[in-house]
């Protein structure tokens, strides 16, 4: 193939679902945040919470630390809320919109009863709002919650209301207030006490109208000794005017208890010039609530045209570990800044970090990332390795950890390098017949092999196919 | 103004007969040197002191520049010390290594008291190169702010740092390398020792510009934490715009070293000797970087008690 | 001299240990061998006091002034000055410490243990001038930083000058010919069979025979999961070196 042809290759799920949406007007105040409420209709301890996270939120102010340049965002220009007008039936997929099911199958996420995956368990959402989803029953059996929020706050309005806010308050930053405000829904997710759960589970976004912002919440709660697996994946057309993502994925995790996050992610980063794309902007925390608790998070970026997004795991119960892994790939125009926080309150915890940054083009990709130690955490371990790679001479990396430490029992190590592929790796594969293109796939692959091997099976394969397409033609 | 020797505290006694700036007073003869615009034109191996010092409740500042001209070699120690513990004292060094010079800059902070800010900005050329040690005795108001910007091809830079806190003690340094041109290296190596309820922050920037390809770059950092109430705060940090070239840093954190204390101990020797010897060992790493034979033996009898 | 009754030792809530009972008299060189895993490192680093080792079970009993007493309590550096000595399988890097003031702050210390005056620096490079030429290594080794940057080979010496300087009574030597070449071996074993007398007692744990051929061991025990498995002289070793480890652990 030459260089051109591979040039004109395309974000393959850049398609438009042709379906009509209901819509909100344009803009945000609090009659529409009460409209929104009603819609859905929530509960009085609902609304409240989004009057005051919105409230909240016009007393911030945008944040300016990140080394992204985003251009200002006219919060009053998108509409924050948009569902497809086709009415969805809790439990049956079969009622859905048939032009729906079929853009998820595009996707390859076949909802339909008889294509499903087995083995995972899968809750679509399409624009704002959650289809349904898969293997309900399954779940059931064993008592596995697994179900969009707005189900969870109709059905088990309890557990909604004791968990909801409580990792990721609305005070936390700008886009945590906005999305407390005006989240439309998202997965809900509650393992009982003891219990593995038996599938993966899964939620797969896919952002389709126009200037909507997405405003989804993920909220999971592991009960004592149980575990959980779930995959985040997440897909939007090829358009010309930015869409904001603004998420928020709170996970607590009980005594005994591991729930273990993936993402691989794949928004459109935008053309070449950087017209285009989404902007992801996502606070995402687990806190390891009881004794022994895990959580850790696994995330291969290689979409969004900003992303700013850290993964931060606080250790408050004694034993309790957390960890990120992730592979950020930056390409053409893309700014990636991303890390992760690892906050070590209780005794004996351990936190550990890898994280590869790749850059290609003119990109540039930002790792920050936090270990704070409190003086209370006696015995805590941290490891951190953190390296970027650079393809071509005009990328940049940067990396800004932070090491905070109040105890002296502690042991925190952090390791940074910076490399290029070699002119002299690339000759030696390729002088044992691999052309340059699988050549810098290999040695990429082997740079990111230790995060990619924390994947479940099919994300893994997903993510080595996904570098790949993405470097395509970024080898000088 | 004209200091006295006798009014030096006895440790920099040692110095009488060497060549002596005291805040920019001159003191005693020697005709070829004036402190603004230090110019060294000619190689030289005995080194030249500059003391800065506070006293009198005042805020003090004191700005000195040097330029090592093409070619030469030089030695700097530049030693600050508290007489009062009331006043301020900002320091500014301004250096220019030029073409294949070569400047050994000593920066010695002895135990202080009263608030120290010091900067330094140096500019290295061509095939210059610019050692620097740094010792910071403690105090309870100490800020260091250092930018060493490599401008010339093969330009190189070493620097051995040493914070070492007793008790309540607070000192923050920022050292900033930049990478300006191709081909040029960087060492760098920075140890805390921060005892109780002391804050030690060290901040390391190692910025490698686009046009800077081939350079070589790495950051160490160690920091010990000696009791239950110590903190230390580390921020290595990289920023690099050219992608042929090599960059590492690292930072670990945390107490003397199980096997090492245990090994001591294994041949006999107390516990709370092995330790002395290891945090005896940890800052000599550091202080025997010292080229300066006569400033070695000022910092021993200061290191007995404070090292 | 030694005696170890039923000793179980674990590291990390892992048992590796699992009952050991051994007794060795002065005079005597025992030879403890074991395929890898087998808890060989573990039993000389219990013995020397290692903190991360754990004793959970059984006694560990040594002749202190002729009677035995177990060593439960004391600290890693009173049982150097009782006179027990580990030689490390890898011994650790100290940077900033000077082999000199190492070596003659564990002498000076021992001095002082058994009431004997102590030494000043030159009188003490004199003493180490003709142990540093047995061993074929420089003086110059004794500015460096301890075992910084220093070879396997030169580890291992320096391992033995220390065993010179401080003549123990027990001695540990833990895998000390793992990384040597056959000149380095020669001259370690000659080191070592030098300070052996009727007073002191060895036990060498070694992987390999070929150590052996240097040290005559009077006992070779074979260490198998945490337990001595079967016991017998020199010859045992040979025939270790024929047949591999599994004859044994099979039965």
Redesign the interface.
């Known amino acids: 193939m030459k260089a051109e042809e591979k040039l004109a290759q395309e974000y393959k799920y850049g398609f438009v679902t042709d379906v009509e949406t209901e819509e909100f007007p344009k803009g945000l105040n609090e009659d529409i945040i009460r409209l929104l409420s009603q819609k859905k209709n929530e509960p009085e301890w609902l609304l409240e919470f989004r009057l005051k996270s919105y409230r909240k939120w016009l007393t911030m102010t945008h944040p300016t630390w990140q080394y992204c340049q985003i251009p200002p965002i006219d919060f009053q220009d998108l509409y924050y809320y948009a569902k497809p007008k086709a009415k969805k039936t809790a439990g049956s997929l079969d009622e859905i919109d048939p032009e729906l099911l079929e853009t998820f199958e595009k996707l390859g996420i076949p909802l339909g009863e008889q294509k499903r995956i087995s083995g995972i368990a899968v809750d679509a959402v399409f624009d704002s709002v959650s289809l349904g989803t898969t293997h309900q029953a399954d779940l059931e059996k064993v008592g596995v919650i697994f179900c969009s929020i707005s189900e969870a706050v109709e059905k088990y309005p309890e557990l909604v209301k004791k968990y909801l806010g409580t990792v990721v308050p609305a005070s936390d930053n700008y886009y945590a207030a906005l999305n407390s405000a005006v989240f439309s829904d998202g997965s809900f997710c509650y393992i009982p006490k003891g219990v593995t759960c038996p599938l993966d589970l899964s939620t797969y976004f896919r952002i389709n109208a126009k200037e909507t912002g997405q405003f989804e919440r993920t909220l999971i709660v592991a009960d004592e000794g149980s575990f959980v697996r779930y995959l985040e994946g997440c897909t939007a057309p090829q358009r010309d005017e930015n869409q904001l993502h603004a998420a928020i994925v709170e996970i607590v995790a009980l005594k005994d208890a591991e729930v273990k996050y993936s993402t691989v992610q794949n928004w459109y980063a935008g053309d070449k010039e950087g017209k285009g794309g989404i902007f992801n902007f996502v606070t995402k925390r687990g806190i390891c609530k009881g004794d022994n608790a895990k959580i850790s998070w696994t995330q291969v970026e290689a979409g969004s045209a900003i992303t700013w997004k850290y993964p931060s795991v606080i250790l408050k119960g004694n034993n309790s570990q957390g960890a990120f892994y992730s592979v950020a790939l930056t390409n053409h125009k893309m700014q990636a800044d991303t890390g992760t926080k690892m906050i070590h309150i209780g005794k004996n915890t351990r936190s550990t970090i890898i994280s590869k940054g790749i850059s290609a083009e003119e990109s540039q990709n930002v790792y920050r990332g936090l270990v704070q130690v409190m003086?209370s955490a006696d015995n805590a371990r941290n490891y951190t390795q953190c390296d970027?790679m650079?393809?071509?001479?005009?990328?940049?990396?940067?990396?800004?950890?932070?090491?905070?430490?109040?105890?002296?029992?502690?042991?925190?190590?952090?390791?940074?390098?910076?490399?290029?592929i070699s002119a002299d790796q690339l000759f030696y594969l390729e002088s044992r017949g691999m052309d340059k293109e699988k050549a810098v796939s290999l040695i990429v692959n082997g740079f990111c092999k230790e995060v990619f091997k924390t994947l479940p099976l099919e994300f893994s394969v997903e993510a080595v196919k996904l570098i790949e397409m993405k470097l395509e033609n970024s080898v000088g | 103004m004209r200091m006295m020797f006798q009014e030096l505290p006895e440790y920099l006694f040692e110095l009488k007969n060497k060549v002596v700036f005291f805040n920019g007073d001159y003191s005693p003869e020697m005709s070829d040197l004036k402190l603004q615009d230090l110019e060294i034109k000619q190689s030289r191996t005995d080194a030249i002191n500059l003391l800065h010092f506070n006293q009198e409740s005042q805020i003090h500042e004191m700005a000195v520049s040097v330029v090592v001209r093409s070619g030469c070699k030089a030695i700097i120690n530049e030693i600050h010390f508290s007489i009062d513990h009331h006043s301020e004292h900002h320091s500014l060094t301004q250096i220019l290594v030029e073409n294949g010079a070569k400047l050994t800059h000593h920066q010695v902070i002895a135990p202080y008291q009263g608030k120290k800010n010091h900067k330094a900005h140096v500019e290295v050329f061509e095939q210059g190169q610019y050692q620097s040690v740094l010792l910071d005795m403690g105090g309870n108001d100490i800020r260091v702010e250092e930018t060493i910007e490599l401008k010339g091809p093969h330009a190189n830079n070493q620097i051995d740092g040493l914070i070492r806190l007793k008790n309540q003690e607070r000192s923050e340094h920022i050292i900033q390398v930049n990478h300006l041109a191709p081909e040029t290296t960087s060492q760098q190596k920075y140890k805390t020792m921060v005892d109780n309820e002391s804050r030690a922050h060290f901040t390391g920037k190692i910025y490698i510009a686009k046009v800077a390809q081939k350079s070589d770059s790495a950051l160490m950092n160690k920091n010990l934490l000696l009791a239950k109430k110590s903190h230390v705060l580390s921020l290595p940090q990289l920023e690099i715009f050219a992608d042929d070239v090599k960059c590492s840093h690292g930072s670990t954190t945390g107490q003397l070293n199980q096997e090492e204390l245990f090994y001591l101990e294994a041949r006999g020797i107390p516990k709370q000797q092995a330790q002395e010897m290891l945090l005896s060992g940890y800052s000599s790493e550091i202080i025997n970087k010292i080229t300066d034979a006569d400033l070695l033996k000022i910092l021993t009898p200061l290191s007995r008690t404070h090292l | 001299m030694l005696e170890i009754k039923n000793l179980h030792a674990k590291i990390d809530d892992k048992e590796i240990l699992r009952g050991i009972n051994l007794k060795v008299n002065a005079g005597e060189v025992h030879a403890i061998m074991g395929p890898n895993g087998s808890g060989k490192s573990t039993l000389s680093k219990i013995l020397a006091g290692h903190p991360a080792y754990e004793k959970t079970e059984g006694e560990v009993l040594y002749q202190i002034n002729g009677k035995y007493k177990s060593i439960d309590e004391l600290e890693p550096s009173q049982r150097a000055k009782e006179g027990i000595f580990l030689g490390f399988q890898y011994p650790v890097e100290i940077p900033g410490v000077s082999n000199i003031s190492f070596l003659m702050t564990a002498f000076n210390e021992l001095c002082e243990a058994q009431g004997v005056e102590t030494m000043k620096e030159e009188e003490f490079r004199k003493y180490l001038k003709p142990k540093l030429m047995s061993l074929d290594m420089n003086e110059s080794f004794l500015e460096r930083s301890v075992n910084e940057g220093f070879s396997g080979g030169e580890k291992k010496k320096n391992e033995i000058l220390q065993m010179m300087v401080l003549n123990p009574r027990l001695s540990l030597l833990d895998e000390t010919d793992s990384g040597l070449d056959v000149d380095a071996l020669r001259i370690v074993a000659q080191g070592v069979n030098t300070l052996k007398s009727k007073r002191n007692a060895t036990i060498l744990v070694t992987h390999y025979q070929r150590l052996l051929n240097y040290i005559q061991p009077d006992f070779v025990h074979i260490l198998y999961q945490g337990k001595i498995v079967k016991s017998g002289d020199k010859n045992l070793a040979l025939e270790v070196e024929e047949k591999g480890y599994d004859w044994i652990t099979k039965q």
């Open positions: 003086a970027s650079l393809i071509g001479d005009k990328c940049r990396a940067n990396t800004f950890p932070t090491i905070d430490v109040k105890n002296n029992t502690a042991v925190v190590e952090h390791e940074a390098s910076t490399s290029k």
